[in-house]
């Protein structure tokens, strides 16, 4: 089977939504630095940001 790769969640609180999933999910939150406000959330359990092990 195969894995999720990438998806969006949308909100219109970034800082919230970011705090929920970092507290429940165990997820590190980043900023992207680029012309838009957008976070990347990566699991815990990632060894290497392109190649997820979850």
Not at 11 to 21: G, I, L, Q, S
Not at 32 to 53: D, S
């Amino acid at each position: 089977m195969g894995r999720v790769i990438h998806f969006e969640i949308n909100t219109v609180d970034t800082r919230r939504a970011a705090e929920f999933y970092s507290r429940v999910l165990g997820w590190q939150v980043q900023t992207w630095e680029g012309p838009m406000e957008y976070l990347l959330c990566l699991p815990r359990r990632w060894e290497h940001p392109r190649q997820p092990n979850c």
